[in-house]
């Protein structure tokens, strides 16, 4: 080995060790959350050992989490940007209607009636447009995100009503493949042990679109120039104005964005319910909005990750199930997700605050050196 090579041996940081590169992978600020995870998990297995069987994990938990999980991905660029899209449940009713429509009756006349794939495309389509408006309210008619889609939340509500024939649900009962989407399963023949008793069923296909959805997004967020750039809008938008960032193309297409994955929950809400009902989408999106900001990210904008999202909407499907096994009320379920919601935000003020006196007392310290 020459001289050079051993300096540049001994001089070189080593490669991190597992642990390490897994708290990266997570992120330091979502130890917090994992670790709630396990603890909520433990505390729901002391008291119900039924959740940690194979019918509960696969059946009820892993599908009751696909759809809010969807809704608080597109949401979390969203935020991330600084804004927020309230509307995305009522987006979610209208997508399932105009798919269930498409996949019933057909278009121009009962042509392509069944067709899966123009099922699915007409439900992401038609969220991608609603998405789009709210992105050009937004944007072009220079309205706060919070009203705009305070509205368009109850419009697109009325929009689902008025697509549905005579306001009634359309059922998809018949359509084989296309409610696959909603309760198939894959992989069913591996080699997986019983979990207190009960077999392995497999992996439902809804989960793995969820799978894909995120991991689409955590590419996006955090190795693309559009991340990079929401990123920035959402620390500072003058300044991202400022550094050539089309502030406008990149809000209208992250609205976008964010209704397409709306499309795409309420085309599976329709698979999944055999039928696409004017009030699928109701009230998903305080459960999805309650994800992302315990997920960390910030109301200003400017903060949070896709993982952080991703588990804090599994620990919300964990608390929901978790209460549903143990037979709590309904009504204390909204009322402990309402609480959740608040000390999400709560938390995430006081890490600001927290965050903000640091670099003040960094400041000053160094003004101090600075002088002496």
Do not use: C
């Amino acid at each position: 080995m020459s001289e050079v090579q051993a300096k540049a041996a001994v001089t070189s940081p080593g490669r991190p060790g597992l642990l390490r590169r897994l708290i990266n992978g997570i992120g330091v600020n979502n130890l917090s959350l994992l670790i709630a995870l396990v603890i909520l998990v433990v505390l729901i297995y002391i008291e119900q050992p039924l959740f940690l069987t194979w019918q509960n994990l696969l059946n009820s938990l892993a599908q009751s989490i696909v759809i809010v999980g969807l809704l608080a991905l597109g949401e979390t660029v969203v935020i991330i940007a600084g804004g927020l899209d309230i509307s995305v449940g009522s987006v979610a009713s209208v997508s399932s209607v105009t798919s269930a429509m498409v996949v019933a009756g057909g278009i121009f006349g009962g042509y392509l009636a069944g067709s899966m794939q123009l099922g699915v495309l007409a439900g992401v389509l038609t969220g991608a447009v609603l998405g789009m408006i709210n992105g050009i309210v937004i944007t072009f008619l220079r309205v706060n995100p919070i009203i705009a889609t305070l509205g368009t939340l109850a419009a697109y509500a009325g929009l689902a009503f008025l697509v549905a024939p005579g306001g009634h649900p359309i059922g998809v009962l018949t359509q084989q493949d296309f409610i696959w989407l909603g309760s198939g399963r894959i992989l069913q023949s591996l080699p997986v042990p019983n979990l207190h008793g009960e077999h392995w069923t497999g992996i439902p296909v809804i989960f793995i679109v969820l799978v894909i959805v995120a991991t689409f997004f955590h590419v996006l967020m955090r190795y693309t120039s559009f991340g990079r750039a929401i990123y920035a809008i959402g620390g500072n938008e003058t300044a991202a104005r400022l550094a050539g960032i089309n502030v406008r193309r990149i809000k209208l297409t992250m609205y976008t964005l964010s209704g397409a994955t709306a499309g795409l929950a309420g085309v599976l809400l329709t698979a999944r319910t055999t039928s696409g009902n004017p009030i699928n989408g109701v009230g998903f999106e305080l459960q999805a909005i309650t994800a992302v900001f315990l997920g960390g990210a910030a109301t200003t904008g400017g903060s949070g990750t896709i993982m952080g999202t991703v588990l804090a909407f599994v620990l919300v499907g964990v608390l929901n199930n978790g209460m549903n096994l143990i037979g709590i009320n309904t009504f204390y379920q909204k009322v402990a997700l309402g609480a959740l919601l608040i000390g999400a935000v709560a938390l995430n003020q006081w890490r600001q605050a927290r965050a903000e006196r640091a670099r003040t007392r960094l400041a000053a310290s160094a003004e101090m050196s600075a002088k002496a």
